[in-house]
């Protein structure tokens, strides 16, 4: 998830970056016993974790794959849920909360099948989704991965694929220079304007809620950036992929519920990881040019943040831990 600090699955939600592994259930399955593995990673998701699995569950006679779960230290149940309600699933407690990124290759690292579908835990997966898009990376071999297109419980799309972002829409994403200059051209190209998510097509980064892709190259690319601990990680790794030389798909013709925000909400630091996050995905893209500019967009929204709360009359212990988090930038 790479715009605003919602959406992403609160799976990845924590406050430290700290590289770490967990204990590992036994070894990988034999990869010619299944062609489908699918990691839904979690953290304090129970409720939607259990609609999640009660969806794969409904659609497990359609394609047979493995299906594994990584708890990244919840604090809800829900690895007790899952090992009592869904014995079919490999369950990974994660004593700590490693983030998206790491608590994905955990799982990742675990599976067998020939293609891997990385799931958050506030999705349901409908009919026909996991064959179509199976089938649509067999019969697209210049492909390396593909993601359906996700919907909110009242059936609308929700307009997820975006393309890679530049220098420039760190200048006008959620800043005062996107008010200052209604008519730039950054923003629309970003968010894919001009695309109604209603029919198929290539495109540069799709949702990351559902992402199906080849195993072989997960592991040729070696993953998720770790640095990427909860944002920006599913854009490097499309970037990657791209620069590898595969396209990347967006399957309109199916479709997956996503509860879109629900899981996030409760991680208040998500808006500083998330600053933290594009710096590193910056300075790693652009070089110092995006190291600098990730930075100064920070102060500028950081400007924004204070001002605002103090307008708003809130205590001035609420304006330092912005300036916290905009010094956290700078430091990084």
């Given at each position: 998830?790479?715009?605003?600090?919602?959406?992403?699955?609160?799976?990845?939600?924590?406050?430290?970056a700290?590289p770490?592994?967990?204990a590992?259930?036994?070894?990988?399955h034999d990869?010619?016993?299944?062609?489908?593995?699918i990691v839904?990673l979690?953290?304090?998701?129970?409720?939607?974790?259990?609609a999640?699995?009660?969806?794969l569950?409904a659609?497990?006679?359609?394609?047979?794959?493995?299906?594994?779960v990584?708890?990244?230290?919840?604090?809800?149940?829900?690895?007790?849920?899952?090992?009592e309600?869904?014995?079919?699933?490999?369950?990974?407690?994660?004593?700590?909360?490693?983030?998206?990124?790491?608590g994905?290759?955990l799982?990742?690292?675990l599976?067998?099948?020939?293609?891997?579908?990385?799931?958050?835990?506030?999705?349901?997966?409908?009919?026909?989704?996991?064959?179509?898009?199976?089938?649509?990376?067999?019969?697209?071999?210049?492909?390396?991965?593909?993601?359906?297109?996700?919907?909110?419980?009242?059936?609308?799309?929700?307009?997820?694929c975006k393309?890679?972002?530049?220098?420039?829409?760190?200048?006008?994403?959620?800043?005062?220079?996107?008010?200052w200059f209604?008519?730039?051209?950054?923003?629309?190209?970003?968010?894919?304007?001009?695309?109604?998510?209603?029919?198929?097509?290539?495109?540069?980064?799709?949702?990351?809620?559902a992402?199906?892709?080849?195993?072989?190259?997960?592991?040729r690319?070696?993953?998720?950036?770790?640095?990427?601990?909860?944002?920006?990680?599913?854009?490097?790794?499309?970037?990657?992929?791209?620069a590898?030389?595969?396209?990347?798909?967006?399957?309109?013709?199916?479709?997956?519920?996503?509860?879109?925000?629900?899981?996030?909400s409760?991680?208040?630091a998500m808006?500083?990881?998330w600053?933290?996050n594009?710096?590193a995905?910056?300075?790693?893209t652009?070089?110092?040019?995006g190291?600098?500019?990730a930075?100064?967009?920070?102060?500028?929204?950081?400007a924004?943040?204070?001002r605002?709360?103090?307008?708003?009359?809130a205590p001035?212990?609420?304006?330092?831990?912005?300036?916290?988090?905009?010094?956290?930038?700078?430091k990084?």
């Amino acid at each position: 998830m790479t715009d605003a600090p919602v959406g992403r699955s609160a799976a990845a939600a924590g406050t430290a970056a700290a590289p770490a592994t967990a204990a590992a259930p036994a070894a990988k399955h034999d990869p010619r016993a299944v062609r489908l593995s699918i990691v839904v990673l979690s953290w304090n998701t129970r409720e939607l974790l259990a609609a999640c699995l009660t969806s794969l569950r409904a659609v497990s006679g359609e394609l047979r794959f493995e299906l594994l779960v990584v708890d990244n230290a919840s604090a809800d149940g829900s690895a007790d849920m899952v090992a009592e309600r869904f014995p079919e699933a490999r369950l990974l407690r994660n004593p700590r909360n490693d983030g998206y990124a790491i608590g994905n290759n955990l799982g990742a690292a675990l599976a067998g099948g020939e293609y891997l579908l990385l799931l958050n835990s506030d999705t349901e997966v409908r009919a026909g989704v996991l064959p179509a898009l199976v089938d649509f990376l067999d019969r697209h071999p210049g492909h390396g991965a593909c993601a359906p297109r996700l919907v909110n419980p009242d059936g609308t799309p929700q307009l997820s694929c975006k393309t890679f972002p530049t220098l420039a829409t760190a200048v006008f994403f959620d800043t005062l220079f996107a008010r200052w200059f209604p008519g730039n051209r950054a923003l629309p190209r970003y968010m894919m304007a001009d695309f109604d998510h209603l029919s198929s097509r290539d495109v540069d980064q799709p949702p990351g809620a559902a992402f199906l892709v080849r195993r072989a190259l997960w592991e040729r690319l070696a993953g998720f950036d770790p640095e990427l601990w909860l944002f920006f990680n599913d854009v490097d790794l499309c970037r990657r992929l791209q620069a590898a030389g595969h396209r990347i798909a967006y399957v309109a013709e199916v479709a997956i519920l996503h509860h879109e925000g629900r899981s996030t909400s409760q991680f208040p630091a998500m808006g500083a990881i998330w600053h933290r996050n594009r710096l590193a995905y910056y300075r790693k893209t652009f070089g110092w040019r995006g190291t600098l500019v990730a930075r100064l967009m920070s102060t500028v929204r950081g400007a924004e943040e204070a001002r605002r709360l103090r307008r708003a009359g809130a205590p001035p212990e609420a304006r330092r831990a912005v300036w916290a988090a905009v010094r956290s930038v700078w430091k990084a």
